[in-house]
């Protein structure tokens, strides 16, 4: 960022002391995205939201908190650790088509989410039972609800109009620090174990009043052995997955009681998974099946299928976040700047999702080997480039068509011209 400023030979800090001194507050950063995503959506239309954590990795010792962590992307027979950094973000699923179509995630929230350094071997019992009690406030899941919470509330506050909030989460998610700590008119889906306990409603005995109220009813069987059962039918539901809409086959429990959600209500479904083929004329493959748990039973199989869909978007979030931007990669070690900068440089990334989302929007024309069919929608490094022509467009003398306008007819020439335009605007991180 300094480089492309022009800051390189310059001194440079004063652009350390605006995150050091937290010389901006990163919950109203964010607050102009979370209002233009709710201002697109239609009259009536939920906010979808999305959380998950990511790891950023790190190498130094001292930087704020770093620690080892199980690296999600090891091998499935080994689990490998790295030293790394935990954020959690929560975005914005903004749907093109309505409530069955593609959606873009936009990030609303990011929050560094460290564990607490455990004492040494010499601690105090005081100190092991404040680490203990931190332990219980750090967890990533508690982290969650608390966002969850502060979600709802400045909603509350800046919609006059109440608007529905669904979250749609990970296994990680689902348990009993989200589940049942969530405010009003928010709904959660997220996906349970397939050896999950689960209970029928409990009955309301006549002729006794002794005892507390019961919570379960009968056992249910498991969601593995319900997607077993042949006795219970498959429904057909469509939603918009990988790039077309799908019949998805499921089977659904309307309000059952699950152990970690208590006396709330809660429904089940289970997704058969789609079949696929590597290649024409291969063997027809299966992905695992879903099961997922949703709170409220009322929801409509195709809003609940399509909502926790669309958790994916986030998964494009991170890798583009780290791939294409480099968050993580400025060398600050601060507890406050660690915090900042990725947050300053996740939401310069939703301000240029939301410019791009526009209908009409002129584009770099596509390089000569790239599929003439136009994409279903303008990639982060198309969006980056047209930003650099717009920025810099009018001091190198060059415009959107430009490139297109000065191709030669001849290809095949040995020698080939420099074209700092052409480098500036089509150049990929």
């Known amino acids: 960022m300094l480089c492309a ?15 050091e001194r937290e010389r901006f507050n990163i919950d109203v950063l964010f607050d ?10 239609k009259p009536g239309e939920p906010l ?41 973000q929560l975005s914005a699923a903004l749907p093109e088509t309505g409530e069955i179509g593609r959606a873009r995630a936009v990030p609303i929230d990011l929050m560094h989410a460290p564990s607490p350094v455990r004492p040494g071997k010499n601690a105090s019992d005081e100190q092991l039972a404040e680490y203990r009690d931190k ?31 669904i979250v749609a989460v990970d296994g990680g998610f689902t348990n009993r620090a989200v589940l049942r700590k969530l405010p009003h008119d928010t709904v959660a889906i997220g996906r ?35 997607r077993q059962d042949e006795l219970i039918p498959w429904v057909s539901v469509e939603a918009f997955a990988a790039g077309k809409t799908h019949s998805f086959q499921v089977k659904t429990l ?67 976040e780290k791939t294409v931007l480099g968050t993580g990669e400025a ?9 900042m900068v990725p947050a300053l440089i996740v939401a310069a990334y939703a301000f240029l999702l939301l410019a791009g989302d526009r209908e009409g929007l002129p584009t770099l024309p596509q390089p000569k080997w790239r599929n003439s069919t136009p994409a279903p929608r303008t990639s982060t490094s198309q969006l980056i480039g047209m930003l650099r022509s717009e920025l810099w467009g009018k001091a190198m003398g060059v ?28 150049a990929v991180k």
């Not at 060398?331 to 406050?336: C, E, F, I, K, P």
């Open 331 to 339: 060398q600050v070690r601060t507890a406050a700047a660690v915090e």
């Open 48 to 88: 979808v939201a999305i959380m998950d954590d990511t790891l950023i990795r790190k190498r130094g010792r001292k930087v704020s908190g770093a620690g080892w962590r199980r690296d999600p992307l090891g091998p499935a027979f080994s689990t490998n650790f790295v030293w790394g950094q935990r954020f959690l």
């Open 254 to 320: 309307e309000s059952v009681r699950w152990a970690v959600t208590g006396q709330m209500d809660v429904r089940l479904v289970v997704v058969r998974p789609l079949a696929y083929r590597l290649r024409n004329g291969s063997k027809l493959l299966y992905r695992d099946p879903a099961y997922l748990i949703c709170t409220d039973p009322a929801l409509p199989l195709h809003r609940l299928i399509q909502s926790y869909l669309w958790r994916w978007e986030i998964e494009l979030n991170f890798r583009e």
């Open 192 to 226: 349970i174990r397939k050896d999950a306990r689960l209970f029928h409603l409990p009955t309301n005995k006549t002729g006794t009043t002794r005892g507390r109220r019961r919570w379960y009813g009968a056992a249910l069987p498991t969601p593995e052995e319900i």
């Open 399 to 426: 415009n959107l068509r430009h490139f297109a306008d000065c191709a030669k007819e001849k290809t095949n020439s040995v020698f080939f011209e420099k074209s700092l335009p052409s480098a500036v605007c089509y």
């Open 135 to 165: 332990q219980k406030l750090m967890k990533i899941s508690c982290v969650g609800s608390r966002r969850i919470a502060e979600l709802r509330a400045v909603m509350d506050k800046e919609n006059k109009e109440k608007l529905r909030l």
């Open 5 to 19: 400023s022009g800051q390189q030979f310059a001194d440079w800090s004063a652009a350390y002391r605006l995150f």
């Open 32 to 41: 102009p995205i979370r209002r233009e995503v709710v201002e697109r959506l």
